[in-house]
């Protein structure tokens, strides 16, 4: 793993509080469970920041080591990861999505108010 790679990854976590490693984007995903995590994020209207991994091959490569997490997408919350599309899904149906999002943007609107 280069080191640069790791630093980068760390800072994208760290200065996003919802941060979405996807193939594709929000607008265009490229597969099934990247716009299944999309939908759901989504319905909790709040912003969130996302890394398309197809056009970042060092990421693709590093992250999962880093993350000890094999697939894709990969949602993290507040520098945690929260995990992927069948995680968010399940958290989305039971209602625990929308508040850690939301909790999550008010932490980041916070700190740029501040």
């Known amino acids: ?17 919802i941060l979405l490693y996807m193939k594709g984007s929000p607008q265009a995903p490229q597969c099934g469970f990247s716009a299944q995590t999309v939908q759901c994020l989504m319905s909790c209207e709040q912003r969130f920041a996302y890394i398309d991994i197809l056009s970042n091959p060092e990421i693709r490569a590093t992250l999962p080591q880093y993350a000890d997490w094999p697939t894709f997408p990969q949602l993290w919350v507040n520098g945690e990861l929260i ?15 929308e508040p850690l999002v939301r909790e999550a943007a008010a932490l980041e609107s916070d700190s740029t108010n501040a």
């Open 83 to 97: 995990g992927g599309c069948d995680i968010v899904t399940e958290m989305h149906e039971a209602g625990e999505l």
């Open 1 to 17: 793993m280069s080191e640069d790679v790791l630093t980068t990854i760390r800072e994208q976590i760290d200065s996003n509080r």
